[in-house]
Each structure stands twice: as structure tokens, then as C-alpha cells.
T-cell receptor, first 118, second 114 residues
Framework: AQSVTQLDSQVPVFEEAPVELRCNYSSSVSVYLFWYVQYPNQGLQLLLKYLSGSTLVKGINGFEAEFNKSQTSFHLRKPSVHISDTAEYFCAVSVWGYSGGGADGLTFGKGTHLIIQP | NAGVTQTPKFQVLKTGQSMTLQCAQDMNHEYMSWYRQDPGMGLRLIHYSVGAGITDQGEVPNGYNVSRSTTEDFPLRLLSAAPSQTSVYFC?????????????FGPGTRLTVL
């Protein structure tokens, strides 16, 4: 079974500063990787995903993530954050090629709360 | 497409009361799931369904029942609510094509059990 570790439960950052939210995963097989964002009092929205190909993935709202297979990481970055980026961010993994039944569709990390300070 | 819809948005129950959280999707997705979200716990899978008539338990199924009579609908039932079930509940769906398992989430139901 796969697992996801988000190393920071909370990340405070000043507005217009860069940010990196860390995510590590474990799996014995190839995986797909996702970042979801949850704004206050809302549902989860897909930010970006890595399926195959280029290891640098660009998402919405200026975010990007880099897949590093050797380090089993998928860290999320943004060069300059805004107040509107305040949200909870979830990293998730699914097993590559898995399309059968079962609960292994997605495994989520516990989330990182990004706090933007003015 | 409306995507995944959930009703109600908010609900307050007394201990021992029963209720049903509604979830519907219009994307013809086979897989549907219910998660609960609690502070510091991330999302935990309650029940899921791989198609009409087929359901199974997730990580935290106790106290909840589900059924899947149609592809579109996947209601979650609390038979006798307990304060430990105070949480935010999310319904999600995914298709099978491509195999990447991207989930689409509803807006959530915030449930308080007194």
C-alpha cells in the first residue's frame, strides 16, 4: 500500500515571498501524484497533477510541483504568494495504472495549512 | 455539468438522531466515495462504491451506512448520530478512463452533533 507524508502541518509565509510545501510518498510501484487545495469553508479543488512525462508540472494560480522519483517527493512551489493563497493544501497519490475496484483510488496526506502574512 | 453536489451544506443533530447526507454526480462516474475531514487528520475514507449496487467499507465505516441504487446518487446515512461524528463530510467521484484516479469533490456538509 502507498502512503503520503506532508512534512509541515503549517507554513507561515510573508506576502510576495516564495513558498515550498513538502510532500513525500512511499509506494512499491509507479504512482500518479496530485496536489489539491481547499480554501476556507470550501471543497477540494485540483491544483495540479503528475501523470507522466516532464517532472516539472505547472498548475493553476502560479503553482508548480516537481516529481523526484529518487527522493520519492512531489514538493509544491510558488515564487510569490498572495493573501488569496491562504488555504489548506493536500498531497495525494494513486497507484499507476490502477483502475480496478477498492479503496486505493487516492491516498491523502494530512494537509499543510499555508498562512500568508501581510 | 454541475459536477458533484451535496446537500445539506450545514446540519445540526442531537445525539441519537438519524439523517441522510445526499450526494449526486452528473459525470457518469463509476466510483463514488465518502470522506470525513477532521482537524489534523486529513481526509479519511468512510465508504465507497465501484458502481450501482456495489459498496464497500473504507477506513472509518462504523456508524455509517451507504447504498448505491443508481450511478448518480450515493447517500450516506447516520442511523444514530454521536458527537464523535461531528465533522465535515465530502463526497467524491472518479471515472475509470486513463487510470489516473483524479477525484472530483463536492462542496461538503458541515455536521455538528450535540
Amino acid at each position: 500500500a502507498q502512503s503520503v507524508t506532508q512534512l509541515d502541518s503549517q507554513v507561515p509565509v510573508f506576502e510576495e515571498a516564495p513558498v515550498e510545501l513538502r510532500c513525500n510518498y512511499s509506494s512499491s510501484v509507479s504512482v500518479y501524484l496530485f496536489w489539491y487545495v481547499q480554501y476556507p469553508n470550501q471543497g477540494l479543488q485540483l491544483l495540479l497533477k503528475y501523470l507522466s512525462g516532464s517532472t516539472l508540472v505547472k498548475g493553476i494560480n502560479g503553482f508548480e510541483a516537481e516529481f523526484n522519483k529518487s527522493q520519492t517527493s512531489f514538493h509544491l512551489r510558488k515564487p510569490s504568494v498572495h493573501i488569496s493563497d491562504t488555504a489548506e493544501y493536500f498531497c495525494a497519490v494513486s497507484v499507476w495504472g490502477y483502475s480496478g475496484g477498492g479503496a486505493d483510488g487516492l491516498t491523502f496526506g494530512k494537509g499543510t495549512h499555508l498562512i500568508i502574512q501581510p | 455539468n454541475a459536477g458533484v453536489t451535496q446537500t445539506p451544506k450545514f446540519q445540526v443533530l442531537k445525539t441519537g438522531q438519524s439523517m441522510t447526507l445526499q450526494c449526486a454526480q452528473d459525470m457518469n462516474h463509476e466510483y463514488m466515495s465518502w470522506y470525513r475531514q477532521d482537524p489534523g487528520m486529513g481526509l479519511r475514507l468512510i465508504h465507497y462504491s465501484v458502481g450501482a449496487g456495489i459498496t464497500d467499507q473504507g477506513e472509518v465505516p462504523n456508524g455509517y451506512n451507504v447504498s448505491r441504487s443508481t450511478t448518480e446518487d450515493f447517500p450516506l446515512r447516520l442511523l444514530s448520530a454521536a458527537p464523535s461524528q461531528t465533522s465535515v463530510y465530502f463526497c467524491a467521484s472518479r471515472g475509470t478512463s486513463g487510470g489516473n484516479n483524479e477525484q472530483f469533490f463536492g462542496p461538503g456538509t458541515r455536521l455538528t452533533v450535540l
